[in-house]
């Protein structure tokens, strides 16, 4: 009785541990990741055309309002400074710790030639932006963070855990 009593004991334990390993709400998998690792070329393909096509993005977010919204505005610029019209401006935002969560956007732009909208975020902390540009047969993309407040302007992270001192 006590080698069945202990193996029993070690087999609900194991089921126990199952259950709360998946039951973890702040675990998120990357969608398609298996086809994204497959793909790394034309990832690096799309950063280089990133420096080619020499456009900035200047984000601003607004502070967490009560109804869990923050104004998220982009300027975007070519590689003259100029303004960059026409173009279509996608993002999809999470929350770091709640990566499950994704909440997608589409800014229209505003009459200062700027790209602008409403974005709901459910909480303060740190956002994850993935933003499409793309105009004509031109296409941006960048990751952007953001500490979201519900008092005061989102700061931009720029620096990320596991980074080099100093940058890279």
Partial sequence: ???????????????????????DPHAAIEANYYQKAVNWDSTQAQARQNVALGWTLAPSLSAIGPDHQAMLTFR????????LAGAAVMV???????????????????????YAAPILMTRAGLWELRVVVTRGS???TTQLRFDASTTDTARLVAARPGDAPGGS
Avoid: K, W
């Fill in 1 to 23: 009785m006590i080698i069945i009593s202990v193996l029993a004991i070690d087999v609900l334990v194991g089921f126990a541990l199952i259950r709360v390993a998946n039951s």
């Fill in 76 to 83: 975007l610029r070519n590689e003259a400074g100029a303004a």
């Fill in 92 to 114: 999809e935002a999470r929350h770091v710790a709640h990566a499950e969560e994704v909440m997608a956007s589409v800014l229209p732009a505003t009459p200062d030639s700027s």
């Fill in 138 to 140: 031109d296409r941006y």
